[in-house]
């Protein structure tokens, strides 16, 4: 899996270099390469899709104050096209409560007043909560489009490596069969909640589609919005600890200052 992150952040560092290379060498000086300090929030959450019958309720949905800023770099080819790049330091993260049934997962269990507590695996039923934050260093690379003078909208590729992972959270208000869907019950109480921290199970990079677009105020100041579609598992496929894929989907709204 880390090789395969690796290629995926080598190909594209290699088409920014080339494609960059290329273009500071036409002889046109009106061509030339622009620079942006990018600000915004992430939106969105790490979710399955589409949602599984595991999950028959979402009761309550947070999308946290998650920044994103980073730096891009536009060549603009002629007065239609462009090609451009970002390097961005991002938190992704959320925290959602919602009611599941035979959902497979792992959870530490102990009984009230006894601070000892012992794994069980196995399906469970009731309510869930959970606390997702992920800090990523992106690299993206798209095409963009002019529409008039004011829109422009794009469409490219990104890389992710993770630099910090939080998921962990608690069921409660319920019952877990150990092991099998049919298997001993496990009462689990509101009051005395079992909690989860799958930190150590998350894969180490994202990488996924970008597509978006940016309003210019005027010749400096510009909004944006963007939409990041994770492709990747959160979860190494051999280490998942619940039974279904997760993915990153996150909208990026913010404002652009164009430094050069």
């Known amino acids: ?78 007065r239609k096209w462009g090609v451009g790049t970002e390097l961005s330091l991002g938190i992704k993260g959320m925290r959602v409560k919602d ?8 959870v530490l269990v102990s009984e009230k007043g006894n601070p000892n507590k012992s794994e069980v695996d196995g399906y469970f039923t009731g309510k869930n909560t959970t606390n997702v934050n992920l800090q990523y260093l992106s690299l993206s690379l798209y095409g963009i489009y002019n529409i008039g003078s004011r829109w422009e909208v794009k469409g490219g590729v990104y890389a992710a ?19 099998t869907p049919n298997g001993p019950i496990v009462v689990i109480e509101a009051d005395n909640p079992a909690t989860f921290d799958f930190e150590d199970n998350m894969r180490d990079f ?22 990041n579609l994770g492709l990747t ?16 989907i996150y909208g990026t709204f913010g404002v652009t200052y164009k430094l050069k």
């Open 99 to 106: 009611r599941v049934k035979y959902m497979q997962t792992k």
């Open 161 to 179: 490596s993770i630099l910090k992972s939080k998921f962990e959270g608690n069921v409660s208000d319920g019952y877990l069969r150990d092991k």
């Open 1 to 78: 899996m880390k090789q395969m992150k690796n290629k995926i952040i080598i190909i594209l560092l290699a088409l920014i270099t080339f494609s960059t290379n290329i273009l500071a060498d036409d002889g046109d000086d009106k061509k030339g390469l622009d620079w942006y300090l990018n600000l915004g929030l992430n939106m969105g959450g790490s979710m399955p899709v589409p949602l599984p019958r595991e999950v028959r309720k979402i009761e309550s949905y947070n999308p946290k104050i998650n920044p994103h800023i980073g730096i891009s770099t536009v060549y603009n080819l002629n």
């Open 206 to 227: 994202d990488a996924g589609f970008v597509v978006g677009g940016r309003y210019k105020i005027n010749e400096r100041i510009g909004v944006m919005v963007n939409m």
């Open 233 to 248: 598992d959160i979860f190494y496929r051999d280490q998942n600890p619940i039974n279904f894929k997760m993915q990153n």
